[in-house]
């Protein structure tokens, strides 16, 4: 009975043992002369509120997609609103790099400039009455913007206490938000004829300038972005994401054609054939079913909405402030130089290494005194010679 009383005992304390976490969940191993192990409690994690404060400053860089939804190409179909007319084949792309500063811990502000390639054209749809218009466009964007984000969910992260510099996850990486602003941005719209590329407001293809024509455009105009995104928090302060903004537009002109055809001689005598050729394309084709779509007085654009763009980047954003990683922290003794240089030089040599652990050495250590060294000289009295 009493051997059993022993085992009994003897599993009860290795399991207690067991259960005993090492630092951040390393098991330290056993020492091989059955002492206890000391094990280090776990750090404390400061839960401060103005945790947020020390990461609000992010630099934000994206690469994507760019797409024109504006009066030509589009669907087989007359033109819709919203993205229900995208055309997959005249997607561009779009570089934006740009600032993100947290005013509170859910609520952004958001600068960026952004350049991005815009392209439509007719002969991407069977519509006829579009098809046959024979319209066709490119144009370079440069926008400068300033958006208000919403953060819904926000990577969860805490740091230690007494250690600014280090900080752990705590659990959610994934974070997503809501964007809307405004900005300003430049565009000039190009056409292509015979394997070249002419800028079109020059020409006023719509009679831009002439007598009962519209007033020329100008190429600088406003946009109104609306959109969010998701976020992934990866180590060292760096976040990738998805971002999607829509881009409502103050001018119908992205894509030179608004209004409707003006009288193409008046054109022709005014800027030149080139410029009634552009303006009037369709007679380039020789199976235009109703040439009458396209004279005096019928409409060119659809002047009842404005143009519209939207993005769809990969971001890359790295925030100033002390670096959040995943690592765990190990609290170990720091050793002395000399004992690693012995350690070192009797593994080479194919012995065991001395440790502080041997009993001559710690008496040792403890029996060695510093010497008083006295650095100051002793001034030497001099001697009294007598005559």
Known sequence: MKGIAVI??????????????????????????????????????????????KLRLEYVLGLGASSFLGDLGGQDGPGLPFVYDFEPTQTRYAISGGVRYFLREYHALRGSLSYARLRGSDATTNYPNRKYRNLNFKSPVIELAGMYELHLLKPQTLHLAGARNSRVFNGNRFGAYASAGTGLFFFNPKAQFNGDWYALKPLGTEGQGLPEGPEPYRRLSFAFPLGGGVTYLLNWNYTIGL?????????????????????????????????????????????????????????RGGSE?????????????????????????????????????????????????????????KNKKKRFKNPKLNFGKRRKRSKIRTF
């Open 8 to 53: 009994l005992l003897i599993l009860a304390s290795s399991s207690l043992c067991a259960q005993r976490k090492a630092n951040f969940g390393k098991q330290p191993k056993d020492n091989k002369k059955g002492r206890a192990i000391k094990l280090y409690g776990e750090p404390k994690l400061d839960r401060s509120p103005t945790d947020w404060t």
């Open 305 to 361: 909405n404005n143009d519209t763009y939207l993005f769809l980047q990969l971001t890359l954003s790295h925030a100033l402030g002390p670096a959040i990683t995943n690592k765990p922290i190990k609290q170990k003794k720091k050793k002395p130089k000399q004992l690693y240089k012995d350690k070192k030089k009797a593994l080479k040599e194919g012995r065991k290494a001395r440790s502080y652990n041997n009993r001559k050495i």
């Open 243 to 299: 971002d999607f903004e829509y881009r409502w537009t103050a001018t119908d002109y992205i894509d030179d054609a608004s209004g409707y055809y003006y009288d193409n001689a008046a054109i022709v005598a005014a800027n030149g054939k080139l410029a009634g050729t552009l303006a009037n394309p369709s007679v380039l084709l020789d199976d235009v079913p109703e040439p009458d779509w396209y004279t005096v007085n019928q409409p």
